[in-house]
Nanobody, 126 residues
Framework: QVQLVESGGGLVQAGGSLRLSCAAS????????MGWFRQAPGKEREFVAA????????YYEDSVKGRFTISRDNAKNAVWLQMNSLKPEDTAAYYC???????????????????WGRGTQVTVSS
């Protein structure tokens, strides 16, 4: 099973940027689509972004389109989430996760992930 460790969270002012990293262990990392999710206090976990196994297909939640970018480097066993123009409502714990296959399509990317990291906290001050 792929082990996932997120990093890069922190406190940032509204309008600022952060780059989250997800380091994966295991030789099968490149076989899986990957996703980023977030969970704010008192709210359900929500989908943020997904990327296919090759890095060529991405999918985003509407609220982050144009501000967040998901990317990956299979040689480095890593996935990143570049977050720009951050808003206070982006405050949450952010998690990366593996999808059971190399592809997910559209709304199918929003659920079905079977392996999760422990998360990294992002706090955006107004």
């Amino acid at each position: 099973q792929v082990q996932l460790v997120e990093s890069g969270g922190g406190l940032v002012q509204a309008g600022g940027s952060l780059r989250l990293s997800c380091a994966a262990s295991g030789r099968t990392f490149s076989s899986y689509a990957m996703g980023w999710f977030r969970q704010a206090p008192g709210k359900e976990r929500e989908f943020v972004a997904a990327i296919d196994y090759s890095g060529s297909i991405t999918y985003y939640e509407d609220s982050v389109k144009g501000r967040f970018t998901i990317s990956r480097d299979n040689a480095k066993n890593a996935v990143w989430l570049q977050m720009n123009s951050l808003k206070p409502e982006d405050t949450a714990a952010y998690y990366c996760a593996t999808y059971p296959t190399g592809y997910c399509a559209g709304d199918g990317c929003r659920e079905g992930y079977n392996n999760w990291g422990r998360g990294t906290q992002v706090t955006v001050s107004s």
